[in-house]
């Protein structure tokens, strides 16, 4: 258990424009006209900095969404540390910018690219979506990103791009949970190439309509919406186009436990525990706990990627 | 001031308070006192924090013994059975909050969980096997059972076993403190196992320095005396 950061009440809290203008105030006294305003430009984009975007009201659900501090409070990012607490505590020495993405494997556009180009030109929008995590707890989140297949088509995959392979930044300065071989450095996901296409696939880059915090994995993160948490890859810097299936982390670290495909399935038990159910984080005292839905209630638009496909066996 | 009063009115009381430590700083992180919270998931908070406290309790209980050896402090029974007792009232408390607020008293799920999940089987197995030594716990049921006592209540080297495995794995891939666990266990068993074999070892010694003594009754002493000399290597 851990003792509780003191609050700052609302009233301490400096509104956002009089802040922005005491800012403009200031960089006005240091330098005048264009030199300030490159300055500000060029300034890295903060966790919680506003973003611009539009809402999707079409790929959210309607459910009330849990609390920023639930979200950016309750993590498994192992490369901050184990404890659900330990990513909010500990992110902050992740470096957001400069970023950059190696692109690489079956596609025509394969190089290093900077975060910046790759998202400009990408219509930002918000996605409330649920999120389930294999431990049988889940989220509602509102997202903001991009989708997926507006990125890949940018690098011209070819024929022989079956499979989609991420890699999470690998450095134990910035993310001192990678100095603990709890799993194989670096962390590695993966999705088949239509999963990567799929509409509901995102590209995150923020939250609650603000620059995405640390450990929620800024600057640029997965989010498969029906599929448990751990495939929702945080942190990316590699991005490969493969004809095999990659070898993904957990699937490594323990493969009767966690499969490749990890579509939400409460059919289908973890097997030290059951996922015919979960808890809804932030829900009250004895009406938290409620039925998982089959692929986490996006089987209308998802089930048929799996037709033909033995899920009980493709776990 | 008797060692019994001193015990019976000041160490008594004090660990009695101590083991309702945790119990109180939870219960400040469920109303907010003190600036002690339960986090954003207070059901897993309340969970893992009594279980794991019952288990730190039953190593505890385990220590009693090899401490007071140690140390040359017999005395330190006298507080073994209030450190077991708590032990048990920590697993009950765990129990319960995993079937009342994580499962929310869905019974179905209780029983799936018990007969499929082996973590929770063997935990559950640990919970049962605690309640016939908490109600034999009393200074009558002793007396009563006399020296198969003992015996039942052996099954502690059990239970610790079963929870220190429950914990162990029910981590999903962080194992590092379940198997400090399995440390501080290993050594608490192994200290007994290495006392009951050089117990068995000095009866023995002292069984053929009897038959020794004997023999030299009916033999001239300087020629049986030194080659009945038991060997260090025994």
Redesign the interface.
């Known amino acids: 258990?851990?003792?509780?950061v003191?609050r700052i009440a609302p009233s301490d809290i400096t509104p956002e424009e009089v802040y922005f203008s005491r800012r403009a105030l200031l960089a006005g006294a240091l330098a005048t006209g264009a030199s300030a305003m490159l300055r500000a430009a060029e300034a890295p984009p903060a966790a919680g900095a506003p973003l611009s975007y539009t809402v999707n009201a079409q790929y959210s659900v309607k459910e009330t969404p849990n609390k920023l501090?639930?979200i950016a409070?309750?993590n498994n990012f192992?490369e901050f540390g184990?404890d659900?607490?330990s990513p909010s505590r500990n992110a902050h020495s992740l470096r957001t910018r400069p970023w950059s993405v190696n692109v690489y494997g079956e596609a025509e556009v394969r190089g290093n690219f900077d975060l910046e180009d790759l998202l400009k030109g990408q219509a930002l929008e918000e996605r409330i979506y649920r999120f389930r995590c294999v431990?049988a707890?889940s989220l509602v989140v509102p997202w903001v990103g991009f989708p997926l297949s507006s990125l890949l088509a940018r690098f011209k995959p070819t024929s022989r791009a079956k499979y989609v392979e991420f890699t999470t930044l690998y450095d134990p300065r910035q993310m001192p949970g990678q100095r603990?071989p709890?799993?194989t450095w670096p962390y590695v996901e993966g999705l088949r190439i239509d999963e990567a296409m799929h509409p509901l696939t995102l590209m995150v880059v923020g939250l609650y309509g603000r620059v995405l915090p640390n450990q929620d994995g800024a600057p640029l993160r997965l989010i498969v919406p029906w599929k448990y948490g751990f495939k929702s890859i945080k942190s990316i810097v590699k991005i490969g186009f493969t004809s095999q299936q990659p070898r993904t982390t957990w699937a490594g670290?323990?493969s009767n436990e966690y499969g490749f495909y990890a579509n939400v399935n409460p059919q289908v038990?973890h097997p030290?525990?059951?996922q015919?159910?979960e808890?809804r984080?932030?829900a009250p005292?004895?009406?938290?706990?409620r039925p998982t839905l089959p692929f986490n209630g996006y089987a209308e638009q998802v089930a048929s990627l799996y037709q033909g496909l033995d899920l009980r066996r493709n776990f | 001031m008797t060692v019994a009063q001193r015990y019976r009115f000041i160490y008594k009381p004090l660990v009695f308070a101590a083991c309702l430590v945790p119990l109180a700083w939870l219960a400040c992180g469920a109303f907010g006192w003190l600036g002690a919270t339960l986090g954003v998931d207070p059901v897993k908070e309340l969970e893992h924090e009594c279980g794991k406290t019952a288990l730190n309790l039953l190593l505890l209980t385990l220590a009693v013994t090899p401490v007071r050896e140690l140390s040359g402090q017999p005395q330190l029974l006298r507080l073994r059975r209030m450190l077991g007792l708590f032990a048990f009232f920590y697993v009950v408390l765990h129990f319960t909050i995993y079937l009342v607020l994580d499962l929310e008293l869905n019974f179905a799920t209780l029983g799936a969980d018990i007969a499929k999940r082996p973590y929770i089987t063997i935990g559950f197995t640990g919970l049962l096997l605690l309640i016939p030594l908490a109600v034999t716990s009393t200074n009558g049921m002793m007396r009563r059972l006399g020296r198969r006592w003992q015996s039942l209540h052996r099954l502690v080297y059990v239970i610790a076993v079963l929870g220190v495995w429950h914990f162990y794995w029910q981590v999903k891939r962080d194992v590092r403190e379940p198997l400090i666990y399995a440390g501080i266990l290993g050594i608490l068993l192994g200290y007994r196992l290495v006392r009951a074999r050089s117990r068995r070892r000095d009866s023995a010694r002292s069984s053929v320095r009897a038959t020794a003594a004997h023999a030299a009754q009916f033999t001239s002493p300087s020629r049986v005396g030194p080659t009945l000399r038991p060997s260090e290597s025994d």
């Open positions: 258990m851990k003792v509780r003191p501090e639930e409070g309750y192992y184990t659900k607490e431990e707890w603990v709890v799993l670290a323990a038990d030290r525990w059951s015919a159910s808890r984080i932030g005292f004895l009406a938290a706990r």
